[in-house]
């Protein structure tokens, strides 16, 4: 078992920059891919970010590309997601996950094995 605690989140004006941290406990993140989701009110979970067991491969949502970025530390158990040039859009409950399987995490919401409870990024304008 895996739990992933997210935290980082606030508000923030339009242009400005966030760094959402989640940490996990229980196993170890050193055998699972990671992934960023977020939520928008009245909006289903989207995909924003993934990365490799390694860290080597990363992959990000076209909305995000460029601004966003995803890195581990496998010895603290954390992934960060940097968030710069922020947007009103972005606006959104935002998720850790965790799954064995890079394209599983890529490839969208419902089979990934473990989530966070979120943590709400609100960009104002």
């Known amino acids: 078992q895996v739990q992933l605690v997210e935290s980082g989140g606030g508000l923030v004006q339009a242009g400005g920059s966030l760094r959402l941290s989640c940490a996990a406990s229980?196993?170890?993140?050193?055998?699972?891919?990671m992934g960023w989701f977020r939520q928008a009110p009245g909006k289903e979970r989207e995909f924003v970010a993934a990365?490799?067991?390694?860290?080597?491969?990363?992959y990000y949502s076209d909305s995000v590309k460029g601004r966003f970025t995803i890195s581990r530390d496998n010895a603290k158990n954390t992934v960060y997601l940097q968030m710069n040039s922020l947007k009103p859009e972005d606006t959104a409950v935002y998720y850790c996950?965790?799954?064995?399987?890079?394209?599983?995490?890529?490839?969208?919401?419902?089979?990934?094995?473990?989530w966070g409870k979120g943590t709400l990024v609100t960009v104002s304008s």
């Open positions: 996950a965790a799954d064995p399987t890079f394209r599983t995490v890529v490839a969208g919401s419902s089979g990934v094995d473990y």
């Open positions: 229980g196993r170890g993140l050193s055998s699972y891919a």
């Open positions: 990365i490799s067991v390694s860290g080597g491969l990363t």
